[in-house]
């Protein structure tokens, strides 16, 4: 059986390879999908305490269900975004976006 | 209405009592989505925004009609109006909130007419409802006490926000702002949701309301939980209002962003940035505040103090209001730090009296220095500080007004930004907070020094020959100067009766 300590390490752990990702990729896409990382961590997280927190409750499991809705409709702008990005700057790197400093 | 668990039944009428001005705006939003597909292009593009504006008048006026009733409802004695179980509430914090929302962004659509003239790839209809579902999102910020309807609203203000930066899209800096607001604010998201999902762990309620008084009870046995949920939360939080060291997308996204979607971002989005701040920290985590308030006494420290010293270098004249609009996020902050000195009920509500003072008197400066900014920026042909030079000699109303916005923003006496800065000093002191009030003014002195630069810019020099000509004032334009204006001076001169109208609200609905 395993505990409640193993699911929020497992969520731990997602979340700090998603915060890494995205702090430190440099393709644009591979950031997102690192955002989306983080957002599983936090999906793991509340369905664990839905299930082994101190007063389970239905709550967590509803909470996933919106997380994830939004997380869709947030990378499907993000590409969007992306695209055009693309076709003003011809490059997806992140080390390119220097049109503005300080 | 009924304190049952489970579900209950919403009725069409429960709905429309508590949350009219929302409902108005979410009809009027598709309202113009579904016209844009009948109407001729031109029709639609002169139409919407006149349509959007007239939607959120028919919301500011709903609100209006809110403060009678949650009036009545706490001259009668009853529960705070609520649905479905304190998931959604009706009371004078939110009412407030909206009426800023819903004027700020009908003030942003009068500014935006003359925007569309300007850029013909913006589709307008597109622009306007993304508006309205975007100024939704912040009501639903200011009005929901259950993190799942929070979490929601605040998504839908930055989703659509994200769009509104990138509508210019042939633009190469506003695609590059928008990506850039994108990225970082998801990651904020994912973050605050990272805390509330420790939150709602610990407590097992994703209410707030409902989920303090069990956290006082485990409080001792899970404080560092609780106090990274915190962290969490304040960090997500924190980048949606700009705060240092969290404000690094601010300029970038202002400088890239067409200037009525920066003026929306920078009052609107802040503001609802500010009542999900207000109305976590103060219901969810209300009776452990002394323990927290610390956190946000340092950050609100540190945001005054590197917003106004970065703005000291700026050349472009909107990334110097964007530095200037993150300080004034850490100014906003220091009402609700000091409530961890003094968390008396007539000290919550002078603090909340305080902050939407301030946020009304940033709304009439910020809306009015964008507007004045518009029109000078484009005759001049590019955005630095260079194109404000002998403005007086240009435009007088206009030099006139921007010296007004300026010094509003710096704490002139007999400005709007002057009394609300006042009150929050007061604050300061009230709460024997001296040092914090001390770096208030130390702030405000090297924002003199900044703001000075734009004015001798626009009195003493000289303009460079080629702009010589007198500037053209649009109609949309010089109407939004006027109400930033009037607001400015009337809110400067004459506080007691904005003061007397906070002081007599009903803020939690009691």
């Keep these: 059986m395993l505990s409640v300590e193993q699911f929020l390490t497992l969520g731990a752990i997602l979340f700090c ?33 839905a299930r082994f927190g101190l007063t389970p409750s239905i709550n967590g499991q509803i909470f996933t269900l919106f997380v994830m809705t939004i997380a869709a409709a947030e990378v499907a702008v993000g590409l969007a975004i992306l695209i055009a990005l693309y076709r003003n700057r011809n490059t997806s790197d992140v080390r390119d976006q220097d049109l503005m400093k300080w | 209405m009924n304190a049952m668990n489970g579900l209950t039944q919403l009725h069409f009428s429960d709905l429309w009592h508590v949350m009219a001005p929302e409902m108005i705006l979410v009809i009027g939003g598709f309202l113009i989505l579904v016209l844009d597909l009948f109407m001729s292009k031109e029709s639609s593009r002169r139409l919407s925004p006149q349509l959007g504006i007239l939607f959120l008048i028919a919301a500011f006026v709903l609100t209006i009609r809110n403060f009678g009733i949650v009036a009545d409802n706490a001259a009668a004695g009853g529960d705070m109006i609520n649905l479905s179980n304190m998931l959604y509430v009706l009371d004078d914090f939110g009412n407030v909130f909206k009426l800023l929302f819903t004027a700020g962004t009908a003030v942003v659509l009068l500014m935006s007419i003359d925007f569309f003239k300007h850029n013909l790839e913006v589709k307008v209809a597109e622009y306007t409802y993304l508006m309205l579902f975007a100024t939704v999102g912040a009501m639903v910020m200011a009005s929901a006490l259950d993190l799942i309807t929070l979490f929601v609203g605040l998504e839908l203000l930055s989703i659509s926000s994200y769009v509104l930066v990138a509508m210019r899209r042939n633009h190469a800096k506003s695609t590059e702002g928008a990506m850039k607001y994108l990225v970082i604010g998801s990651v904020a998201s994912a973050m605050a949701l990272y805390g509330m999902s420790f939150l709602y762990g610990v407590t097992g309620q994703t209410n707030l309301a409902m989920g ?37 997308w ?43 308030y610390i956190y946000l006494v340092i950050l609100a420290a540190l945001t005054m103090v590197i917003g106004n010293v970065a703005a000291l270098t700026q050349k472009n004249i909107k990334r110097l209001l964007a530095y200037s609009s993150v300080a004034q996020a850490g100014y906003l ?127 003493l020099k000289d303009s460079s020959v080629e702009t010589h000509e007198k500037i053209q004032v649009p109609a949309s334009i010089g109407v939004t100067i006027a109400i930033g204006l009037i607001g400015t001076i009337v809110l400067g001169v004459y506080p007691d009766a904005m003061m007397k109208l906070l002081n007599g609200l009903h803020w939690f609905g009691q």
Aim: glycine share 10%.
């Design chain 1, 17 to 49: 390879i998603g915060l890494f990702g995205a702090l430190t990729k440099r393709n644009i896409i591979i950031v997102l999908v690192s955002v989306e990382l983080m957002l599983t961590a936090v999906n793991i997280n509340l369905l664990t305490f």
């Design chain 2, 212 to 248: 303090a008084s069990t956290m006082l009870q485990l409080w001792d046995q899970f404080k560092p939980v609780l106090v990274l949920g915190f962290l969490l939360m304040l960090v997500g939080f924190g980048v949606k209002v700009a705060l240092v060291p969290f404000h690094q």
């Design chain 2, 250 to 292: 601010a300029p970038d996204t202002y400088e890239g962003a067409g200037n009525p979607v920066t003026s929306f971002l920078a009052v609107v989005s802040k503001a609802a940035g500010f009542a999900l701040i207000l109305r976590v920290f103060l219901w969810g985590f209300s009776r452990v505040f002394g323990d927290i």
């Design chain 2, 333 to 459: 902050l220091i009402p609700l730090a000091t409530l961890g000195k003094g968390s008396s009920i007539d000290n919550i509500w002078l603090s909340l009296g305080q902050t939407v003072f301030y946020l009304v008197a940033y709304l009439f400066m910020t809306m009015g220095a964008f507007a004045v900014l518009t029109v000078v920026t484009r005759q001049a042909g590019n955005e630095t500080l260079e194109a404000f030079r002998g403005l007086w000699r240009r435009s007088p109303f206009l030099a006139v007004s921007m010296a007004v916005f300026t010094l509003s923003m710096a704490g002139m006496p007999l400005t709007a930004g002057f009394v609300g800065k006042f009150y929050i000093f007061l604050g300061t002191i009230n709460t024997e907070m001296y040092w914090l009030g001390g770096l208030l003014f130390a702030t405000s002195a090297i924002a003199f020094y900044y703001y000075f630069g734009v004015l001798k810019a626009i009195f």
